[in-house]
């Protein structure tokens, strides 16, 4: 008797499984995109299947039992790529790597693996989308050492993992998961079935064998990763690499990751000899004007384990039309719309019948809520027309209720702050150092109505 084929229903824009075909995603909300498919068996004999992604089973122990043994990191080479990863490549560790075409993902892998195989620890490239040449080329241009670093131009797992256990590499690049395929699942290259098997597959490989594996991961249209869902689930890192509103710059942020902190930000300059690493990112984010200008205000973000100097920029203008617009760009459009019912409630300042437009300098993307101030700040000093001077920070969160909340790692960015040539910061009193700093004039404030005040005295 023949064993029965396992299928599913699978969205092939998000991944969402389903018991049935539907004419509707109901989680991604496209149309015509649930397609059945084959679920093969990523194992095929090289470990049972029920050992999960883990590719091995285990023992039930005590968790006082456990080994507390540090995880064996290799360095890329590359401090902000290395800085990313939270602190190196880990050893059986996968890492998928997103963005747009163009980003520099491959370049990027590259170079990275070019320092590593220098090192003598073996590397193997593995290009089902560009030819060998193609790489040697770039190689070439980018003038990396290439005598150590193993090609191979293939898109079968299985294959690939045969030649892994002849040459046993510590690292392997696969550029890129959407064309691997796997003979277990019967979909075309790039398909949802044929992702995740593929996925599956060589993650089972990686933990099993100790083989550190990057994935290089396409992009859809609103810039999120194609495939199934599950692709985030399996691996142990993901990192997005995009480019800000300068081209010539690239920041890679990681949204996950299993070794180290999420939300950690590597910033790179992209030119003829490939990425560069740029060291102070304050630097790039504050190339201001020499004229200072009303409704520009600079606040000290807390991207992952260190600070970031940003400029904020806000214009208030007369509304020509019935209906006054509110455009933000860099954070949440819904915050700045509270910030303005506060602004009116606590401070007495009216903005309802003027349009306001509001922008985050570079291209960078504010998720905490320490940029409230000097969001507030930047629309104010933009009404009232008054220029605040250029050597004035502000950061802190704004509650419903005008109150000024303190920040995590305030003591930190007044230190940068005051390293960039700051001299004046507004911030909230628990925020506020116990010892004077040398060079910089500290103004606790509690209130919006205070910070209100000193905005007023600022000249």
């Known amino acids: 008797m023949s064993k029965k084929i396992k299928t599913a229903f699978v969205c092939s824009e998000c991944g969402a499984d389903f018991p049935r075909w539907g004419g509707q995603c109901t989680s991604c909300g496209e149309w015509n995109t649930i397609k059945e498919v084959r679920l093969g068996t990523a194992a095929n004999g090289r470990g049972n299947q029920a050992a999960g992604y883990a590719g091995s089973l285990s023992e039930v122990k005590l968790l006082s039992e456990v080994n507390l043994l540090q995880a064996e990191r290799i360095l890329t080479g590359i401090s902000e790529f290395d800085r990313v990863l939270g602190g190196g490549i880990v050893l059986g560790s996968v890492v998928l ?4 075409p163009g980003a520099g993902k491959s370049t990027l892998l590259l170079q990275a693996i070019a320092n590593i195989a220098d090192r003598n620890i073996s590397v193997l490239y593995v290009s089902g989308e560009e030819s060998l040449q193609q ?15 193993m090609m191979l131009a293939e898109t079968s797992v299985q294959r690939i993992c045969d030649v892994m256990d002849s040459i046993k590499p510590q690292i392997l690049v696969i550029d890129s998961i959407q064309v691997m395929h796997t ?23 990686a933990k099993k064998n100790q083989v550190s594996i990057f994935m290089v991961g396409h992009v859809t249209k609103d810039q999120s990763l194609a495939g199934p869902m599950t692709l985030s689930h399996i691996v142990d890192t993901q990192v997005m690499l995009g480019s800000t509103d300068d081209a010539r710059y690239r920041v890679l942020r990681a949204d996950k990751n299993r070794f180290g902190s999420v939300g950690e930000l590597g910033f790179f300059a992209m030119d003829s000899s490939g990425l560069k690493e740029v060291k102070n990112p304050s630097a790039m984010f504050l190339n201001r004007a020499e004229i200072p200008a009303s409704g520009s205000v600079v606040t000290v973000l807390w991207e992952g384990t260190r600070p970031l100097l940003v400029e904020i920029q806000a214009l208030v203008t007369d509304c020509q039309y019935g209906n006054p617009r509110r455009l933000a760009v860099g954070f949440d459009q819904n915050r700045l719309a509270m910030l303005l019912a506060v602004l009116a409630r606590h401070g007495n300042i009216m903005t309802a019948q ?9 291209g960078i993307k504010v998720t905490e809520t320490g940029s409230d101030l000097a969001i507030v700040m930047s629309v104010v000093s933009s009404l009232k027309n008054k220029v605040i001077p250029q050597d004035v920070l ?7 209720s005008g109150e000024i909340r303190p920040v995590a ?13 700051f001299k004046k910061a507004v911030v909230p009193k628990a925020n506020a150092p116990k010892h004077k700093l040398a060079d910089l004039r500290v103004y606790p404030v509690a209130t919006l109505a205070e910070a209100l005040d000193i905005l007023a005295d600022l000249g």
């Not at 790597?97 to 747009?100: D, N, R, S, V």
């Not at 502000?394 to 419903?400: D, V």
């Open 97 to 100: 790597i997103g963005g747009a």
């Open 135 to 149: 790489i040697a080329e770039r190689a070439q241009r980018l003038r990396l050492p290439a005598s150590n670093i």
């Open 354 to 362: 003027d349009e306001i437009y509001a922008n985050v300098v570079g």
């Open 394 to 400: 502000f950061f802190g969160e704004i509650g419903l």
């Open 409 to 421: 790692n305030g003591h930190a960015r007044l230190n940068d702050a005051a390293k960039h040539g």
């Open 183 to 205: 003979q277990d699942a019967d979909s075309a290259p790039g398909s949802v079935s044929q992702v995740r098997e593929s996925a599956s597959y060589l993650t089972q490989y």
